[in-house]
């Protein structure tokens, strides 16, 4: 299993500073876990290899266009920084 780590800084916060965790087998397209933290609470979820397909469709996009998206938003760091921008609700 690979995992990344990320500090991300949301818009919604920008003052306040999250960690952001990704987990998957082969590649990201095949779903994954996350975990995102403000270093105090901890929230879970798990992404299916469906729900990547139906969201790829949804976005009218080509599924492996989307995949490298996910990874460029999620494990690219901060090769990354500052082109996706997160809000957290």
């Known amino acids: 299993m690979e995992k990344t ?3 991300i800084h949301p818009v919604s916060h920008p003052e306040e500073t999250y960690f952001l965790q990704v ?3 082969k590649d ?3 779903g994954f876990g996350i975990i995102l933290s403000d270093g105090q609470c901890a929230w879970t979820g798990k ?3 469906a729900e990547i397909s139906r ?3 949804d976005m ?3 599924r492996e266009k989307y995949v490298e998206e996910l990874k460029k938003a999620l494990i690219a760091g901060e090769e990354s920084a500052g082109k996706y921008n997160f809000a957290i609700s």
């Open 5 to 7: 780590l990320n500090r």
């Open 23 to 25: 987990s998957w087998e």
């Open 28 to 30: 990201l397209g095949t």
């Open 47 to 49: 992404v299916s290899e």
């Open 55 to 57: 969201e790829a469709a």
């Open 60 to 62: 009218e996009m080509n």
